[in-house]
């Protein structure tokens, strides 16, 4: 069985600290993918990353990072210099290929960036 | 426009109704998908499709049908709805051919059952 565990459903930090978002996965199989979705206010869903399990490699996309350590089955994201704008819910997700591909979602860190 | 739709948006109804959530996509995609999501539970699965004659329950099928009426056409019906399902619901495709699993949302559909 999969399994996604964000374990901090809220998070509240003050604009321009940096804040990280913890992903615990649990899977069998060898191949699979992680996802990260943001959730702003307005309720869409909007992809920000996937990475395969082959792939360790840490990818920095402006002020977002994301550490991918399959020793601890993690892939946390860190948003540097949070923004006001940053304020969402953001999703942690899973997609195993014995399982079908479907995806395994967190429940969720929400994120609230005070100016 | 955008390239998965939901309708409607938003919809309040009352408990024993019947009510029907719409999904299109215009990406091309086989494979669709219905979420519900709840606070702190993230998105379960309730049904996917991975093409027209391929339906498939996910984690929380109960109370729930659906309808892949074509490539780019599916539905999720509540046939009676009670208010435990009172959630936001997505559709979501994916592209078999990535393999990559990379799913796109459509905007979601606020249901209130009172």
């Known amino acids: 069985a999969q399994k996604v565990t964000q374990a901090q459903t809220e998070i509240s930090v003050v604009e321009k600290e940096d804040v990280t978002l913890d992903c615990v996965y649990e899977?069998?199989?060898?191949?699979?993918?992680l996802f990260w979705y943001k959730q702003p206010p307005s309720g869409e869903l909007v992809f920000l990353i996937r990475?395969?399990?082959?792939?360790?490699q840490n990818e920095i996309s402006g002020r977002y990072s994301w550490n991918f350590q399959k020793s601890t089955s993690s892939f946390n994201f860190t948003i540097t210099a949070s923004q006001v704008v940053d304020s969402a819910v953001y999703f942690c997700?899973?997609?195993?290929?014995?399982?079908?591909?479907?995806?395994?979602f967190g429940g969720g860190t929400r994120l609230m960036v005070k100016p | 426009d955008a390239d998965v739709t939901q309708t409607p948006r938003n919809r309040i109804t009352k408990t024993g109704k019947r009510i029907m959530l719409e999904c299109s996509q215009t990406?091309?995609?086989?494979?669709m998908y219905w979420y519900r999501q709840d606070p702190g539970l993230g998105l379960r699965l309730i049904y996917y499709?991975?093409?027209?004659?391929?339906?498939n329950k996910g984690e929380i099928s109960d109370g729930y049908s659906v309808s892949r009426q074509a490539q780019a056409k599916f539905s999720l019906s509540l046939e009676s709805a009670i208010p435990n399902q009172t959630a936001l619901y997505f559709c979501?495709?994916?592209?078999?051919?990535?393999?990559?699993?990379?799913?796109?949302f459509g905007p979601g559909t606020r249901l209130t059952v009172t």
């Open positions: 990475r395969n399990s082959f792939d360790e």
């Open positions: 899977t069998r199989d060898t191949t699979y993918y």
């Open positions: 499709s991975f093409d027209v004659k391929d339906i």
């Open positions: 997700a899973l997609g195993a290929h014995n399982a079908g591909n479907m995806l395994t």
């Open positions: 990406k091309g995609h086989d494979r």
């Open positions: 979501a495709t994916s592209d078999r051919g990535t393999g990559t699993d990379e799913q796109y």
